[in-house]
């Protein structure tokens, strides 16, 4: 079955504490993204990557890293999660750049609570 | 200012309303333009797009462009309780940012029986 797998779909956690949070996909996509979503203010970009090693930054980078060492991983780094970063994180992948018959896959998301 | 600017609703219509959602956008770098609809506790899907100026249509549901004012609309006819979700559009960056998607703050529609 095709799918985007983010894991893990919930975490508590404390200030400081390095996290990472898992996506991968099985479509051989090309594309792949990192988006939060929060009350208010939509869906907002974090990282994007057209393929292997090549990431940009989107709307909202600062306090996130990401790699894109194979095609169908592309993790999300908190390398010092602040309450602020408190959200609810999509995964996406699409087979190029997301545009007409290149609709993204979202995985499930992320519930990543920060105290 | 937000480079997408989306009424934030939240929009409740009855059944079989005619549902207008909208955007603004500022960007002059935006070619491309989409709708997604979320559904509760799920991921967008993408709903309609749409690159020039001008209207699409697919089954009830339109997507007009006007990029002389940077206006994005999407019409619902006939509403049904099934579109009942969060609408958001999208746009799609071209030059040297292709590939970046910004997204408005999204609309919540409730469509009442």
């Known amino acids: 079955e095709a799918q985007v797998t983010q894991n893990p779909r919930y975490l508590i956690t404390v200030t400081g504490k390095k996290l990472t949070v898992t996506c991968s996909q099985n479509m051989n996509h090309e594309y792949m993204s990192w988006y939060r979503q929060d009350p208010g203010l939509g869906l907002r970009q974090i990282y994007y990557s057209m393929n292997v090693e090549v990431t940009d930054k989107g709307d909202v980078p600062e306090g996130y890293k990401v790699s894109r060492k194979e095609k169908r991983n592309f993790p999300l780094i908190l390398e010092s999660p602040s309450p602020n970063q408190t959200s609810l994180y999509f995964c996406?992948?699409?087979?190029?750049?997301?545009?007409?018959?290149?609709?993204?896959?979202f995985g499930d998301g992320t519930r990543l609570s920060i105290l | 200012q937000k480079e997408v600017e989306q009424d934030p609703g939240p929009l409740s219509v009855p059944e079989g309303a005619i549902v207008s959602l909208n955007c603004t956008y500022s960007?002059?770098?935006?070619?491309?333009f989409m709708w997604y609809r979320q559904y509760s506790r799920k991921g967008p899907e993408l709903l309609m797009y749409?690159?020039?100026?001008g209207n699409k249509e697919d089954g009830r549901f339109t997507a007009q462009v006007d990029k002389s004012s940077k206006y994005i609309s999407l019409f619902i006819r006939d509403s049904q309780p099934s579109d009942s979700a969060t609408y958001l559009c999208a746009t799609l960056a071209g030059g040297t940012s292709y590939g970046k998607l910004t997204f408005g703050q999204g609309t919540i529609l409730t469509v009442h029986p």
């Open positions: 996406a992948s699409s087979l190029s750049v997301p545009y007409s018959n290149q609709p993204q896959h």
């Open positions: 960007n002059s770098a935006f070619q491309y």
């Open positions: 749409t690159y020039s100026s």
